[in-house]
């Protein structure tokens, strides 16, 4: 069965430094998201793109995260620079399809878990 | 706006007995209603999920859930209840648009004690 991939599964950096998230979704799925996930909480969207552009960006703190998939198939996550509070999961998503809500199942990559020193 | 509670932060089953994990969401329209299960340090796992029609709904691993629109509840649950199913569980709730992201609520842990 397809799987997202996400790496690196771990990541430890310390505050001021530069991190970056890899997601490679299901092949052919048009919709990509990126979640936030605080210890303890429910994930949170970050952005959410259909193809290669934005649909939704607005919880993303732009003055230190950035986002972007290219070529509309994987993306990257950027964190600059990373704070202590942005310790958390973060977890890809995709989905087959972004006009059709009936069959628009997210699938979720196993995340990338970021410790901030 | 629309938003998801799981009114149960951490609950403890015994193996055999029966689950019911509870979700109220928020939303003026009839949502689209998931629930996802996550093993520690990994990703989220769908369970089963509602779009229309029948209101009970089946899922993976014996799950089932029925949304109850009249309480606004979507609630999990499960005839009897495995060791490997102590996760953590998400009900998630997503608004009749396309290419919507999820809003989740904040967990039910679930603890099964032999």
């Known amino acids: 069965e397809a799987e997202v991939a996400q790496s690196p599964r771990y990541k430890i950096t310390e505050k001021s430094q530069a991190v970056a998230f890899w997601c490679d979704p299901i092949s052919g799925h048009a919709t990509l998201y990126w979640y936030r996930q605080i210890l303890g909480q429910g994930p949170e969207l970050l952005v959410q793109f259909q193809d290669e552009s934005v649909v939704d960006d607005s919880q993303l703190p732009k003055d230190r995260f950035s986002a972007e998939r290219l070529k509309g198939v994987d993306s990257t996550l950027k964190i600059q620079p990373a704070e202590l509070g942005d310790s958390a999961m973060y977890l890809c998503?995709?989905?087959?399809?972004?006009?059709?809500?009936?069959?628009?199942?997210?699938?979720f990559g196993p995340g990338t878990r970021l410790t901030v020193l | 706006a629309q938003s998801v509670t799981q009114p149960d932060i951490h609950i403890t089953v015994s193996e055999g007995a029966s689950l019911e994990l509870r979700c109220n969401y928020s939303y003026g329209a009839t949502p689209y209603l998931f629930w996802y299960v996550q093993s520690p340090g990994q990703g989220l796992q769908l369970l089963l999920k509602y779009f229309s029609g029948d209101t009970l709904v089946q899922g993976i691993k014996g799950f089932e859930a029925e949304f109850k629109r009249s309480q606004s509840s979507f609630n999990l649950r499960k005839p009897s209840v495995h060791w490997s199913d102590a996760a953590e569980y998400f009900c998630?709730?997503?608004?009749?648009?396309?290419?919507?992201?999820?809003?989740f609520g904040k967990g039910t842990t679930l603890s099964v004690s032999s």
């Open positions: 998503a995709s989905s087959l399809y972004a006009d059709r809500p009936s069959t628009d199942t997210q699938y």
């Open positions: 998630a709730v997503g608004i009749n648009q396309a290419g919507t992201a999820l809003i």
